[in-house]
């Protein structure tokens, strides 16, 4: 979106406006999806900005554009065939809707306290793409404060390997477990760091995630089956129908931890004696 000016200027790089378009546009709106950045597709421009429209409509229920409703979203689906058209769906745009939004962003920003949770990312080093992608997304949560990420990969050159590893392992108050059939054959997964988990199964302050990235025998994995996965595990990340589709299974997953995590602050906060 261009034409900034003066104090708006900063708030809006935190937003999309799609208009019109042919691919680049829909790869923007998939960007925007990507980054958790409020996203506005004009749907009655038609071309890519429709397609992106349907697609958030669509996916509402799981990834919402924060601060705004449904219905609400649905004027941008409002046909532009005149001037006078395209001054009503600017207006509610600029006016209502992308201020209400960033407003919403804003707030949650805000909300967050000092609070940090730690996550172990347990993982295959072969499926490190698939770290990559999720690290991504976890970032403005990490920025905001929510939580932090760690893995093996983030040992500095010149430290002992195991030691950090299992000082990270003993302290860490949240685990993702990426499943797939290289997580499976990795003996220290099964050896050591499964068992760490299962030591803090009945610590409340404990959250262990999973994702089955695909098709495996992850039952075999001792003690995962006692905790539910991050989405369907009939139908596992990788066989995603669509780009789009496999990307918002990560964002889900993202959006699974924070909320659990977010939720659990809450509850410690609320019973805190009061000093």
Request: proline residues 4%; negative net charge; hydrophobic residues 40%.
């Amino acid at each position: 979106m261009g034409g900034e000016s003066g104090s708006n200027r900063r708030s809006m790089r935190n937003a999309v406006i799609l208009i019109g378009g042919r691919g680049g546009t829909f790869d923007t709106w998939l960007g925007a999806l990507h980054d958790g950045i409020p996203r506005f597709p004009v749907g009655g421009t038609h071309s890519d900005a429709e397609s992106a429209f349907k697609k958030t409509f669509e996916l509402w229920e799981l990834i919402p554009v924060p601060g705004i409703t449904r219905s609400e979203f649905d004027k941008l689906r409002r046909e532009i065939s005149s001037e006078a058209d395209a001054k009503a769906v600017a207006q509610c745009l600029v006016e209502e809707l992308l201020w209400r939004s960033l407003n919403a962003v804003d707030a949650l920003s805000r909300g967050n306290g000092d609070s940090q949770t730690s996550i172990f990312i347990s993982y295959s080093r072969k499926d490190s793409d698939w770290v990559a992608r999720l690290r991504t997304l976890l970032r403005p949560a990490e920025r905001q404060g929510i939580i932090s990420t760690w893995m093996d990969a983030d040992i500095r050159g010149g430290k002992p390997w195991e030691s950090e590893l299992l000082a990270h392992l003993e302290s860490t108050q949240a685990a993702l477990i990426l499943v797939s059939n290289n997580l499976l054959k990795s003996s220290y997964v099964r050896d050591v760091e499964m068992p760490a988990f299962m030591k803090k199964i009945n610590d409340p302050r404990f959250d262990l995630f999973w994702v089955l990235l695909e098709h495996c025998n992850w039952q075999s994995l001792p003690g995962l089956k006692t905790f539910r996965a991050i989405g369907n595990v009939e139908i596992p990340v990788n066989q995603s129908p669509m780009e789009a589709d496999q990307q918002c299974r990560l964002i889900e997953i993202v959006n699974t931890m924070t909320r659990a995590i977010r939720d659990q602050d809450r509850q410690a906060l609320e019973s805190s004696p009061v000093m």
